[in-house]
């Protein structure tokens, strides 16, 4: 791996160096004819060249700190230093390009300056895209295959040279036909000043596109389509129940995942840092350089989900019951009854049922949705109470025929009732099949609840013990 990464490092500096030399020579080329030609196009690419020379250099500087490993004060490294490369060189090209538009319109409208399209000229321009083509190839191969932003960028500018270099070209010919037609010569004659305008319109545009990569690469934006295939890539690996979040940053040829996976709760220790591993290879596989970290959690279960709701109402000081988990597509939907005293206002009632929902979306884990039902909590009681089945007696026994009418309740026993100050409790046993299931035995005596209290509403509360026979 590090011979790989000092080949890398070797090869990337090589080519930026070979840049600079080309612009070097670029740069004193077309200054030298411009000047002898006095050629407005032919100084606007001597100055985009110069421009390029300043761009390469920038280059290359970047591309040497920006390979220097991650130390304390940078853990994620330096690759940053290309995408700020790239910026500077954006502001550059901009700001000459203003130069090269000002001083168009100035020959275009307010001044005549004479041009000369010698040979030289063409000889000059016609070297320029030989040089650019060969250096924006060998660029751009290099940048394909280290993830280099910044070799990129150079590429991007050698390649826009080839296009404004042909255009100062044509510019050039124009100016030779004003000696085949007199009378358009005026015109042709400020076509040197066109095609001078021409060229910035393209750098600017080339410039506006680089600018805005790499204002997003400084602002960790994350590249459009990576998230959804790296999320497939991770739900692609075997034992993978659930993909969580997922980050992606970039940090000029790196970039950084950090993803959260879940797997099955009773998953040894061993086989999830297996797991891990998987899944950092099939996202490694994405991407040419990237660093990924991967956290591994259990998948939330019903009876995890149940707990952490009841934890978190004890902890706000309230009370729960039934309370119903359903697990869809989008993570866990939880219903449950809040218990809230009586004396409550409706808006106060509600704004404690808020609050509590607030914290269960914010702590329990795998939590998509949560609908409260507000009931009253029931009032203890410290005043003195008293037995009065034998006060009721026709009561107690209309009950005990009701609760035997049920379907599958066997026998009714055990009908007591107690009046505590102004409320009145029925307590009462039923006897039921032994091998009637919970949940059937829970919707036999919910069925019965119903109806005793539509008969008897003025009953405050009815316990129902169901046992087998």
């Keep these: 791996m590090k011979a790989e990464s000092s080949v890398a490092r ?27 030609t006095n050629s407005l196009g032919i100084l606007s690419e001597a100055a985009h060249s110069g421009l390029d020379l300043v761009a390469a250099l920038i280059t290359f500087l970047a591309v040497r700190v920006s390979d220097r490993p991650a130390d304390r004060e940078h853990p994620f490294g330096h690759g940053k230093v290309e995408n700020l490369s790239a910026l500077v060189e954006t502001l550059l090209l901009l700001a000459t390009c203003a130069w090269i538009i000002s001083e168009a319109v100035s020959r275009l409208f307010f001044k005549t300056v004479e041009v000369e399209a010698s040979i030289w000229a063409f000889i000059v321009m016609g070297a320029a895209i030989v040089v650019d083509i060969s250096r924006s190839r060998a660029l751009y191969r290099a940048a394909r295959r280290y993830n280099s932003q910044a070799l990129e960028a150079d590429a991007l500018h050698f390649s826009t040279d080839v296009w404004s270099s042909s255009v100062v070209i044509v510019g050039l010919v124009l100016v030779r036909l004003a000696d085949l037609f007199p009378a358009q010569r005026v015109w042709l004659l400020r076509a040197d000043a066109v095609a001078a305008l021409v060229v910035a319109g393209i750098v600017i545009w080339i410039s506006l596109q680089l600018g805005r990569r790499t204002v997003d690469a ?7 389509g990576l998230e959804e295939r790296v999320r497939s890539a991770i739900t692609g690996v075997e034992h993978v129940q659930e993909c969580g979040p997922i980050r992606l940053r970039m940090a000029g040829p790196v970039t950084f995942v950090e993803a959260t996976v879940r797997v099955a709760p009773d998953m040894p220790a061993g086989m999830a840092h297996e797991v891990a591993t998987r899944v950092e290879e099939a996202v490694s596989r994405l991407c040419s350089d990237c660093d990924v970290t991967v956290h591994v959690e259990p998948v939330p279960s019903p009876d995890s989900v149940i707990g952490q709701v009841r934890a978190v109402a004890a902890e706000a000081g309230l009370s729960v019951h039934d309370v119903h988990i359903h697990r869809l597509a989008d993570g866990y939907h939880v219903d449950l009854d809040l218990e809230v005293c009586g004396h409550l206002s409706l808006e106060e009632a509600h704004h404690i049922a808020t609050r509590f929902e607030d914290r269960l979306r914010a702590q329990v884990d795998g939590l998509a949705a949560v609908e409260t039902h507000i009931e009253v909590a029931p009032v203890p009681s410290d005043g003195p109470g008293q037995d009065v089945t034998d006060v009721y007696p026709e009561m107690a026994e209309r009950i005990r025929r009701m609760a035997e009418e049920q379907e599958e309740i066997v026998e009714c026993n055990h009908v007591r009732l107690r009046r505590v100050q102004d409320a009145l409790y029925v307590s009462l046993h ?21 109806r005793l209290r539509q008969a008897f509403p003025q009953v405050t509360h009815f316990l129902i013990h169901t046992e087998p026979m």
């Design 218 to 224: 400084l602002l960790d934006r994350a590249p459009d």
């Design 430 to 450: 039923c006897i039921c099949p032994g091998g009637l299931s919970v949940e059937e035995a829970h919707r036999c005596s919910a069925q019965l609840e119903g």
């Design 10 to 36: 070797r090869e990337k500096q090589t080519v930026a160096l070979s840049s600079v030399l080309a612009a070097v020579f670029l740069t004193a080329f077309k200054l030298v004819i411009g000047l002898i």
